[in-house]
């Protein structure tokens, strides 16, 4: 099981109050007594996954879109998995699980927030009538979620912090305004790269390149500040200047709210043959005068709610490895503001595929950044030439309505 969560630097917002709530927001929802937030455990999508506290991260999976469903009540859409809480089985019984579910609008489905002293709130069930608690007072990360009969205890009270502007959207859209880019809660050098086995958690702190690592951001032939094999997983970490040669994975990996503050040689690089798959979820990179992902293995790439700003490209299929695969990626709600050059350098002659869902560019009035630019690859170490660019149904996937332009 990969367990999710950090300690995170708590963003000095106003917290809303029952008559303040935006519905266009998304908000964090922290626990008085425990100081930490309503989760969806483990990062689940499905059906009936728990509902957990855990410490504030301001992950997707931590973000929560009121939804009016009418008669001052809401559902609450996870940002994440696009599904609403509910209690379980529509109970009325004091200690009823709290989980996801996918929106159906039913009355288990629906909260009223009723106000408490001191900025904090309430969430009423419409169908119990009874209120949203941590499970027995407890402090514990990954602590139950639960309904119960009030009786004003701190664990029955939240406060709803913004964190981001919202989306009409389900699905766990993202919506055209990026979340706020983190404060590192410390920073640590690094000589030697740090091999990671399993899930490395960096609970938000900065990393960056020192000694053998501590050299020119664009150097070529760097080594990687994290070397993460086959199976393995890297969250909540952000990566300072100098980032050598900032991420590799060997096979299937997982990056999960990685933040690059000042991109090195690339940002990420994967490896690997047969058909891993790779996942960057959350996070974003910034000031990348060349590649932010560069893929040289085999497989397929996922990168989803994350953001770019000022890049040459965003993912780059290598042109000339030794070893050519059909490589894939695809981009879900993802944030790209100029400059950039490009989203995505694909090989047609090799079975590359680039798909594109809810994306956002900002500030390219002229449309002149290119989201899926062909080339013609080979295995020589030559520069690959181009071969046109632009949507088409087998290489290029999307329409002009997976794109967004904002200023």
Request: aromatic share 10%; charged share 15%; with cysteine.
């Amino acid at each position: 099981m990969i367990v999710v969560g950090c300690t995170a630097v708590v963003m000095n917002t106003p917290a809303a109050s029952a008559a303040t709530v935006d519905t266009s927001a998304w908000y964090v929802l922290v626990n008085r007594h425990s100081g930490q937030a309503l989760d969806v455990y483990d990062l689940a999508t499905h059906d009936g996954a728990r509902i957990a506290q855990w410490p504030r991260n301001d992950g997707y999976w931590q973000q929560w879109q009121f939804v009016d469903s009418g008669g001052g009540y809401y559902r609450l859409r996870s940002r994440h998995s696009g599904k609403v809480l509910e209690i379980y089985e529509w109970s009325t019984a004091n200690l009823a699980p709290a989980v996801q579910w996918t929106d159906l609008n039913g009355a288990n489905q629906q909260w009223r927030l009723s106000d408490v002293a001191g900025g904090y709130v309430q969430l009423v069930n419409r169908n119990s009538n009874r209120v949203l608690e941590v499970l027995n007072s407890s402090t514990a990360n990954g602590a139950d979620v639960v309904q119960y009969r009030n009786l004003n205890g701190n664990n029955q009270q939240w406060q709803l912090v913004r964190v981001g502007g919202g989306s009409s959207g389900g699905g766990g859209g993202g919506g055209t305004t990026p979340p706020s880019w983190p404060n590192a809660t410390g920073s640590q050098a690094v000589s030697s790269t740090i091999r990671v086995n399993g899930t490395y958690d960096g609970g938000m702190r900065r990393y960056y390149g020192s000694g053998a690592l501590g050299g020119s951001s664009q150097e070529e032939g760097q080594d990687a500040l994290f070397d993460l094999p086959a199976g393995a997983t890297l969250q909540n970490v952000i990566l300072g200047s100098p980032a050598a040669d900032g991420i590799h994975c060997a096979g299937t990996c997982t990056l999960r709210n990685v933040w690059w503050e000042d991109v090195g040689e690339d940002a990420a690089t994967f490896r690997g043959s047969g058909s891993p798959t790779f996942l960057v979820d959350g996070g974003g990179a910034r000031q990348a005068s060349d590649k932010v992902f560069q893929h040289n293995g085999a497989g397929t790439l996922t990168v989803r709610n994350f953001q770019f700003q000022n890049i040459g490209t965003a993912y780059r299929s290598c042109g000339n490895c030794s070893t050519q695969y059909a490589r894939h990626v695809v981009f879900q709600n993802i944030w790209v503001t100029t400059p950039a050059n490009r989203l995505a350098g694909i090989n047609t002659n090799y079975g590359d595929t680039a798909s594109f869902s809810g994306v956002t560019i900002r500030n390219d009035p002229n449309r002149r950044v290119t989201v899926c630019q062909k080339y013609v690859g080979n295995d020589d170490g030559d520069e690959p030439r181009t071969n046109g660019s632009g949507a088409d149904s087998t290489y290029c996937r999307y329409t002009s309505s997976n794109i967004t332009y904002v200023n």
